[in-house]
Nanobody, 114 residues
Framework: QVQLVESGGGLVQAGGSLRLSCAASGFIFRSQTMAWYRQQAPGKSTDRVASITGVGRTDYVDAVKGRFTISRDNTKNMVYLQMNDLKPEDTAVYYC???????WGQGTQVTVSS
């Protein structure tokens, strides 16, 4: 079955950087769009942050353009989110998702202090 396991979250000061990783298994990774979502507070919506197609086409929400970079390694079944110049409003639980499927990772907490 599909498995997505995120790692790399943590506590960082504003202006700092973090790199999130998502290890994928149970499907043909190289042909699938992968995405990162975040939920900024319990009860709030879980919003798409960035996505990448199987051939590497990327898309970002305006709030993170120029600061976040999504990438993938199809040889390792991994997708990454490099987050630079982090802001307190980036604080959220970040989730890896297989396309628009119901397959999500367990989430990783990112906390940005001011």
């Amino acid at each position: 079955q599909v498995q997505l396991v995120e790692s790399g979250g943590g506590l960082v000061q504003a202006g700092g950087s973090l790199r999130l990783s998502c290890a994928a298994s149970g499907f043909i990774f190289r042909s699938q769009t992968m995405a990162w979502y975040r939920q900024q507070a319990p009860g709030k919506s879980t919003d798409r942050v960035a996505s990448i197609t199987g051939v590497g086409r990327t898309d970002y929400v305006d709030a993170v353009k120029g600061r976040f970079t999504i990438s993938r390694d199809n040889t390792k079944n991994m997708v990454y989110l490099q987050m630079n110049d982090l802001k307190p409003e980036d604080t959220a639980v970040y989730y890896c998702r297989l396309g628009y499927s119901e397959s999500w990772g367990q989430g990783t907490q990112v906390t940005v202090s001011s």
